[in-house]
């Protein structure tokens, strides 16, 4: 008999970092792997930040803290929600945790009863369903079509709704999409979710900076304050802050669901990193500038590979509002042959394919709940974007 828990036959490892794990092992190995899998920037934490996180150290802020969060810290996301979403919040309804990750894990660990449901609109973040799954909880998928630009319709989310429906996840800019729902495409959403007042709405909301163009950035209970109540809204500075390695993540919500996950965390990890949390308070307090310089850069990647990709024969390429990811549809190079003569069967097979034969790591569709496409993270320099897409070129242009 196994040693492993049942719970844990229900989820799977998360396919993203097995594939950059997967890169990683064969650019060892010596090959000249171009990876485009992994989720963070690849610029460094800004010099502020980081030297708020040397002085907290050297100043001895190195001890347990207040096990959802140091009072500054947050005082400092009431400030940022406010300036940043106009939501008031008091310190009390505020939850730190070790990634943004380990928020919504706590949040759903703290309120799911066996058979209650979760809808998630697919592509999703790869934890989203295995994390509901995880807390004994029913991910009910509603898939967003490519000819919607990813985006779930009003229809889609009433239909997916039940009595049971516990949770409604939401993730604007998404991953893996880089969609992003304007105020009218949201507040579309959320008309629907005031007919159903048992369910409740956790936005995930970490791409929220990383916002280009004419899109402006929204969240639920800003578009719809009678959402307010029963809304989480989950953030963090891994992305934004270039902060992915510090593991600092927080959420925003109604008194009683902030007890339930400081509980959850109080028996699991306790405080989050004392030093991450000052540092955190530099990035939310501190100069905002770089986030401008750092969308200027990302606008000009996006559009670049966006245009080499649309290039490709069997190829669509929406242009996203944000994040750092596009999910081209491969669906005119399913069926086709590989010049090592591996058929092209599904979005998986071509990751496959493209990995051992052109040395390009990327991540399949049905990783994400929606195929067949695939996740390109443009989080790296325009060089190495230009190389990768060219060979993704080269890859398609010899399938027969
Ligand atoms: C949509 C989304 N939410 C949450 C997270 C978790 O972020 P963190 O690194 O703060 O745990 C990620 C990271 O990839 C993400 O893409």
Request: glycine residues 8%; contains cysteine.
């Amino acid at each position: 008999m196994s040693i492993l828990a049942d719970s844990l036959s229900r989820v799977k490892p998360s396919p993203t970092m097995a594939m950059t794990g997967k890169a990683a092992e064969l650019k060892a190995a010596g090959r000249d792997i171009i990876g485009l899998s992994a989720g963070e920037p690849d610029f460094d934490t800004p010099e502020n930040i980081r030297k708020a996180g040397q002085e907290a150290i050297e100043t001895g802020k190195t001890r347990y803290t207040a096990v959802d969060g140091i009072p500054e810290l947050k005082q400092a996301i009431c400030e940022k929600l406010k300036r940043d979403n106009g939501l008031s919040y008091t310190p009390q309804q505020i939850s730190v945790g070790t990634g943004g990750k380990q928020t919504l894990y706590n949040a759903l660990m703290a309120t799911i009863n066996p058979g209650d449901e979760v809808v998630i609109p697919a592509p999703y973040w790869v934890s989203y369903p295995d994390m509901v799954l995880l807390a004994g909880g029913t991910p009910v998928i509603a898939e967003a079509t490519l000819e919607n630009d990813f985006k779930l319709t009003p229809e889609q989310l009433e239909a997916a709704i039940t009595p049971k429906t516990k949770w409604f996840i939401f993730n604007s800019p998404s991953n893996p999409t880089g969609a992003g729902y304007n105020h009218d495409e949201l507040k579309a959403l959320t008309d629907v979710l005031l007919r159903h007042p048992h369910v409740w709405v956790m936005s995930d909301d970490m791409y929220e900076h990383l916002a280009y163009g004419d899109f402006k950035f929204c969240t639920p209970a800003e578009v719809e304050p009678a959402l307010y109540d029963r809304t989480l809204t989950c953030n963090g500075v891994s992305k934004a802050y270039a902060m992915t390695g510090w593991r600092l993540g927080y959420a925003a919500g109604p008194v009683e669901l902030i007890g339930g996950m400081r509980k959850i965390q109080s028996q699991s990890t306790s405080n989050p990193c004392s030093i991450s949390q000052y540092a955190a308070i530099e990035a939310l307090n501190g100069p905002q500038d770089y986030l401008a310089k750092h969308n200027e850069m990302f606008v000009r990647r996006r559009d670049l590979v966006v245009s080499m990709l649309n290039e490709i024969d069997g190829v669509v390429c929406p242009t996203p509002e944000g994040a750092f990811y596009v999910y081209p549809s491969i669906a005119g190079l399913i069926g086709k042959t590989t010049p090592n003569g591996t058929v092209i069967e599904n979005d998986e097979a071509f990751a496959t394919a493209l990995l051992e034969e052109k040395d390009v790591a990327i991540v399949f569709g049905a990783a994400f709940g929606l195929s067949p496409n695939f996740r390109v993270s443009y989080a790296t320099s325009d060089e190495a974007l230009k190389e990768a897409c060219t060979r993704i070129q080269d890859f398609c242009a010899a399938l027969t």
